[in-house]
């Protein structure tokens, strides 16, 4: 198993908790994104940095993912394809997201889309709080000790 990041919009204290569960548990992790950024140095730990451009990085880590790969994503339609392929996908909020919830989940976000092109402001998600920041190192821990 290896672990992907989304890593354009993952959150800095997201990103430390994964740092330090590659080194912990020697998985190959590799954050993508379409602009540079500074990672530890660490043989576990990779980058790798595609062109700019509308989901240029999810399809990256599609593309490369192989079946029971952890993908770490906000992106919910990303995720489908994750699990499409046979891979899991947990958001940086502790959620992993499953064959039974996605569909859910693909649904309420086009509903919420809806909205907003409509002109209605549905406004945001709430900051991450600490809160969030357990229940993913909580979820990512519970996951990489059921899959190692």
């Known amino acids: 198993m290896k672990i ?6 993952c959150p800095a204290v997201i990103k430390d908790i994964l740092f330090k569960a590659a080194e ?18 660490s043989q576990y730990i990779s980058f790798l940095q595609v062109r700019p451009g509308f989901d240029v990085a999810d399809n990256e880590i599609v593309q490369q993912l192989e079946r029971g790969d952890l993908v770490i994503t906000g992106d919910i339609p990303l995720a489908a394809e994750v699990i499409e392929k ?8 502790g959620e992993l997201y499953t064959i039974d919830n996605i569909k859910a989940r693909l649904t309420m976000r086009d509903f919420m889309d809806s909205l907003r092109s409509s002109g209605i402001n549905t406004g945001g998600p709430s900051a991450l709080s600490q809160s969030h920041r357990h229940a993913f190192a909580n979820q990512l821990d519970k996951f990489l000790t059921k899959n190692p």
């Open 4 to 9: 992907w990041v989304d890593a354009d919009a």
């Open 24 to 41: 912990r548990t020697k998985l190959k992790m590799t954050l993508v994104a379409n602009h540079a950024m500074r990672i530890p140095p």
């Open 86 to 93: 046979g891979g899991h996908a947990l958001n940086p909020r």
